[in-house]
């Protein structure tokens, strides 16, 4: 499936991002869950695609729905709640400069926090669209 770089320029984005690297996430944003999980954690993955039949170089083209999972060491702390507000706050509203000329505009369209449990990391997953156009 062709994501048309979203993924690796998202993940670009939260590897650049202040916010990110302070809180020690930089190197542990995956586009898939690593075998060995080192906590905390960002996961980027391509949820659904839709496409249009218009083709042309001003009109939204295509839209994906992406997922950034977030995951904490603890377990009922607050770390994932603040690691996804700094997630938000970098990917909310960015424009994408993607490969061929064309451009995304990522927008937050869902936030679903997992309850605290004594047994599993937290996990704060954020859903965006993504619409590409050009």
């Not at 949820?47 to 939204?60: D, G, N, P, R, Y």
Request: proline share 4%; with cysteine; charged share 20%.
């Amino acid at each position: 499936m062709a994501d048309f770089g979203v993924l690796s320029a998202v993940r670009h984005l939260l590897v650049t991002e202040e916010s990110v690297k302070t809180a020690g996430v930089s190197d542990n944003i995956h586009l898939a869950v690593p075998p060995c999980v080192a906590l905390p954690l960002i996961v980027l993955e391509i949820e659904e695609v839709w496409t249009s039949m218009i083709l042309s170089q001003h009109s939204a083209n295509t839209r994906l729905r992406l997922k950034a999972s977030i995951f904490s060491k603890a377990p009922s702390g607050r770390e994932s709640l603040d690691l996804s507000d700094s997630v938000r706050q970098a990917m909310d509203g960015k424009v994408l400069n993607l490969k061929d000329g064309k451009s995304g505009m990522m927008r937050l369209s869902d936030n679903v926090v997992d309850m605290p449990a004594a047994n599993k990391p937290r996990n704060v997953q954020q859903y965006y669209d993504v619409l590409i156009r050009g």
